[in-house]
């Protein structure tokens, strides 16, 4: 086997010790390089700095573990815009399995914005049936959440005063990492009840959003770990996304390596195949 | 029998089909009233399918136990897991946390689902690396320009890249938001099409494979 | 004729001042503002008022439209006035609702399509909504009515009444419907056309590969591992799975090759269990049909994808099949077969995961490709002339795209409306 030929064959093993270096040394040793903001990502930014106090901002953390490291920074760089801007801000989840996260990063949050629950803001919980829950919410937000995640009612909570349904939400994004997720927020959601809509997603799902973007179905779309430290930039409050930016930047730049080297051994050996043919003929 | 098992739930199919494909034009409030009443029904119908997913687990690894088949003791495992993890959730509730103390509940979702699901969304990480080295090869011009369209992307993605190349960023957008966008919208009006008229087969009862079974 | 000349000069002066107290004395000279109380009324109150249901809703709002005026501008605001009831004793009394520039809110500018247009394009209209500050409720007479406000001026148009009423029929989406009635009926059109004669289908190539892909693990007499994807009965790339399913199974009994097919959803196993039976009864084989080469295994996403994984290194399949739809898991599935030096085939609709299949698989059935072999493999009449149905919307579709963009080019250029009267017909409005 010639050199090129044992390169190509390579054990995957050491790709991953790679990977997992690239990935590992730069949370260690961060550099920090500046960020670009997209404009998708402003779309977001700049319709929630444009809702007046006292607005209802929707988030729906429709996730779960899986997607906690390209999501949950979202989530946290949303909250903090939202509850700087003094948006009455409801949050709920489709997914069940994100339930238990989905109320700690709201709790958490709130509590370093000095935010109260009932008060400025509200975590719903999950109900079942998806899609559903979101004709539900469309036509009697209380019907379809009678209590909270905490069991209060929520008919005469404070934050949720003049909101009868989704028409009185001024802003949703769904942070969605399959289905239900963005799409059926604006089929079932959006489509029929004529609120803005955002979304956030996790980076292989962002390609697939763009003709949501492109044709005006959502307002902004933040993608992936990009994404979230985007957003992280622009609220000027550094998290764990613009720290993993580093890492992404080593890994992505150690497949590009990988992929020219692989290359180079493939060329080589093809070249020494059509040497030999030619010699043998 | 045959009736009850297969003519009702097609003319059922039939008649809520028509019914609520009309009620999309239809912006009266009985209608909208009706489509909230069916979609509380779905809700409780939604959390019964819990039920039932939960209960075809045990059916199907306690019989794997019975039998004592290859790998029942993972199947035991399960049990065991599945069986204290329900009650230490009804112990607790269902809240991982109250007043800011985790519950034992918390505890497991917390350090036990949390990490273990992230593990599995980790490892693609890895999988993409060793997929690329061995399939990103430019074995045509096909292959060569998915080649360097991927290089594109992958520089203008992160800040590295569009440090290095500042001209990747801005590339990146453009095939994202032209030559990605038309395609998939392509593929989205395709599929589209397909569930469109997979639909309209099921209403009126051209396609039961839904109902399980083969054909009649 | 120095004194013509004279008399002529004391005629032109004496018209001069005869006609400069004329034009003084036309009323129409705005010198100085009448006032009436504490408001000045020179600006002119805005004409044509028209206020009703606005159609089409499911009740709560009423639309008001209007001419447009001389001294619409950005420095010229309306406001739209409400009051409950018939009568308003002082129109300047009734409660401001909405007030926006001058310049803005135009027929042209909202989303009615042509055929539900309340007035011609160059009036104004605004919508008022039940909810935000305003109430307004079904059955009940309200006045409306709309100032136009300069500085300290204001003019208010006479009050019109209106009532608020749901309505029965979306007429703005009416275009909708009909495209769907259009489509269903080429669907069905189509179905009826296969039933009667054969209908030509041109081979997948993917469907080469996966008879390639059986041969080589009955060469190494090794098992097949066959999946159906993350979805219900109830998807279609699911129901395709099915059917190439019952196509390998037939291979796979013929060449009395192993078979593993895990499952997510119970219902899908059940179907398939059917399927394979029949398969293996149509390839004179029953008796090597074995119940469990069906199984469920959960439907977590994750535990699935360890599970089958596991059964990948454990078994060492020759050839795995991937039909269907898939999220995440994906790539943890075909890398772990691809570690194995298994043959791979995938066919799925799930656009977001193509990529990783189509690195990682030795071919790949792209989006419709897999209903396309299904129907190719079953020659079902319903199935077939579904494909055909499609194919016929798909063209159709590319028919308005490409005559769409030549219209609406030519109406940008020539700064036309009549390409409008096509473009909506394709509109959806919302």
Known sequence: ?281 | MIFLRRQVPLLITLITGLVFAAQYYVPHPASEQMLTSVTKWLQIIGGFALVLGVSSLFHVHAMKIRRKEAGWGYSFVLYVSMLGTIAIGLWSNGKEAVDGTMTAFGWIYNFMMVPLQGTMFAILALFIASAAYRSFRARSREAAVLLIAAVIVMMGRVPLGEYLIPLSGDLSQWILNVLNASVRRAILIGVSLGTVALSIKIIFGMERSYLGGGKE | MKRETLDVKRQVWMASLFLFVAVLSQPWMPVYAQYDGQTKKTLPPPQDVRAFDTPSDGGGSLTVVWAPAPYDSAATKYQILLSDGATVADPAAMKVVAEFPANQHYVRESKWPWWTRPATGDQHQFTLRNGRGVELKDGIVYSITVAAVLSDDRGIAQPVQATAQPNWMNWNQINNLLLALLFGGIVFYAISTARKREIFLRRIPGLDAVDEAIGRATELGKPILYLTGAHDMSDPSTIAAAVILGRVAKRTAAYETELLVPHRDPITMAVCQEITKQAYLEAGKPDLYKDDSNFFITSDQFSYTAAVDGIMLRKKPAANFFMGAYFAEALLLTETGASTGAIQIAGTDSDHQLPFFVTTCDYTLIGEELYAASAYLSREPVQVGTLRGQDIGKALILGVLGVGTILATLGVLLDAQWPQLFLDVFKDVK
Not at chain 1, 171 to 189: D, H, K, Q, T
Not at chain 1, 204 to 213: F, K, S
Not at chain 1, 248 to 271: D, E, G, K, P, W
């Open chain 1, 1 to 281: 086997m010639t050199f090129a030929e044992r390169m190509l064959k390579i054990d995957r093993r050491i790709i991953f010790l790679v990977i997992g270096l690239c990935t590992l040394l730069p949370l260690l040793y961060p550099v920090g390089l500046p960020i670009k903001i997209s404009p998708e990502v402003r779309g977001v930014y700049d319709y929630i700095e444009s809702l007046p106090e006292g607005s209802v901002f929707l988030l729906s953390l429709d996730f779960d573990p899986a997607s906690k490291p390209e999501l949950h920074p979202q989530a946290i760089s949303l909250l903090r815009h939202a509850f700087r801007k003094n948006l009455r801000v409801v949050a709920m989840t489709l997914w069940v399995s994100g339930t238990g996260m989905a109320d700690q990063v709201v709790t958490q949050v709130a509590r370093e914005m000095g935010k109260e629950s009932g008060k400025d803001y509200v975590f719903l919980g999950w109900s079942p049936g998806g899609t559903a829950v979101i004709i539900n919410m469309g036509q009697d937000l209380y019907g379809a959440f009678p209590a909270d995640y905490n069991g209060k009612p929520t008919k005469g909570m404070p934050v949720l005063q003049g909101i009868a349904n989704l028409r009185d939400v001024n802003y949703a994004i769904s942070l969605g990492a399959g289905n239900p997720g963005v799409e059926a927020w604006y089929v079932f959601g959006k489509d029929k009840y004529k609120f803005e809509l955002g979304g956030g997603c996790t980076g292989v799902m962002a390609p697939g959003l763009y003709p949501l973007l492109r044709s005006g179905q959502i307002n902004g779309l933040i993608g992936g770990l990009r994404g979230a430290a985007e957003y992280e930039t622009l609220i000027g409050q550094k998290g764990k996304a613009i720290a993993g930016m580093d890492a992404q930047s080593a890994t992505h730049l150690a497949i590009i390596v990988l992929v020219i080297i692989c290359n180079l051994f493939y060329f080589s050996m093809r070249r020494q195949a059509t040497q030999q043919s030619r010699s043998g003929a």
